[in-house]
């Protein structure tokens, strides 16, 4: 029995043609690693290809969103008593050989929470469109005025997490965009977040579910969620969740 | 002259569209309301509000479309424009949870049997 318990979630909606290039690349990069791919109401052969390549797969009846589907896979480790989950997402744009970068800082008890950042120091030359730069520059800077900690990062997918933080997100996980206002609810929590340099490769297949309106439509939401996040009550108790 | 918008009508109005605001923030704030479907009432408590306490606006867009008689008739029209975009929007969301419903129900029963007939003993 190894002496941490890891898991990798994958959550994937209509992802065959990437979804098995993921759980292999993970397989590879550490055959003791239990990958979960949370298939969230795929038409295609997500869930078959994901089996296939030797993921467990948790198909969901239906449709949930990235929110909902992620914290399937944190209610899945906290049922299965995994201590680590790892979280990355089925397009294949986060690379397994930097894993190791996320942990550290977990291992080293530094942070509860670790974020891949693709605008942190070192990370590479990662230039999206404009309208996501934007979006995303907006909401770094929005969050790291209401936690009082500089992030450049609040929408990366590639994320490391505890216990205590598997904890948290298995009673509660936001809706769409949720890391956004994961970052917000992991700061009330009083747990630590920590970001490091990660780079991300172009997606592989498919085309990024946002389109241009619906942007700006989440970036209204999430604001508004983040504003009222900050007046909510607890969900776990202090004590419970340090 | 044209007819204007009574003091006391815009300050009642003005007060109802504050509390409709506040009541779905603290709705929002207390997880009884989604962020999702808040948007559309906390944009018809916004317009409220502005075509509430901006007398002069309301004067104007009444004398645009029309309304000679009495401009507060304009926060009654858009109240009752937003309201059936409100239940417009349920309808829709309720169509696609009956959807889900369906297909949750099909799907714990086939489990179920499932393991019923995993738990019978093999002939």
Redesign the interface.
């Known amino acids: 029995m190894p002496e941490h318990r890891r898991v990798a979630i994958v959550p994937a909606r209509n992802e065959e043609d990437a979804v098995a290039g993921v759980v292999e690349e993970l397989r590879a990069y550490d055959p003791e690693l239990d990958v979960v791919v949370i298939d969230d109401g795929s038409e295609d052969l997500t869930a078959e290809r994901a089996a296939g390549a030797g993921a467990a797969v948790v198909s969901l009846p239906f449709n949930l969103g990235i929110g909902g589907a992620v914290q399937t896979g944190f209610k899945y480790a906290l049922d299965h008593g995994y201590d680590t989950v790892i979280r990355l997402d089925g397009d294949g744009q986060h690379d397994p050989q930097q894993i190791p970068n996320l942990l550290a800082p977990l291992e080293r008890d530094e942070a509860d929470v670790v974020v891949g950042s693709r605008f942190a120091e070192g990370a590479g030359d990662y230039k999206p469109p404009f309208a996501r730069r934007a979006g995303i520059r907006w909401f770094a800077q929005l969050v790291s005025l209401l936690t009082g900690q500089k992030l450049t990062d609040t929408t990366s997918g590639f994320q490391a997490v505890n216990t205590r933080a598997i904890r948290l997100f298995a009673a509660d996980y936001p809706h769409d965009y949720p890391e956004v206002e994961a970052v917000v609810m992991v700061v009330r929590h009083r747990l630590r977040i920590l970001e490091v340099p990660a780079q991300m490769r172009g997606r592989e297949t498919g085309s990024s579910s946002i389109t241009m309106l619906r942007s700006l439509y989440y970036a209204i939401k999430v604001t508004l969620a983040l504003l009222v996040g900050i007046f909510r009550r607890r969900v776990v108790p202090l004590e419970e969740s340090r | 002259m044209n007819p204007v918008t009574p003091l006391y009508v815009s300050i009642a109005a003005t007060v109802a569209s504050i509390l409709l605001i506040l009541v779905v ?1 603290e709705l ?4 009884r309301l ?3 479907y ?2 559309l009432w ?1 944009a018809t408590g916004v317009v409220l509000l502005v075509l509430s306490a901006w007398r002069g606006g309301l004067n104007t867009i009444a004398g645009w479309v029309g309304v000679t008689g009495y401009p507060p008739a304009v926060l009654f029209a858009v109240a009752t424009l937003f309201i059936f975009a409100v239940l417009l929007h349920y309808s829709t969301v309720i169509s696609k949870l009956a959807d ?1 419903n369906v ?2 129900a099909q ?1 714990l029963a086939l489990l179920e049997q499932r393991v019923r007939r995993e738990q019978e003993p093999q002939p």
């Open positions: 923030f929002i704030r207390s997880r989604r962020e999702r808040a948007l906390l889900q297909i949750l799907r």
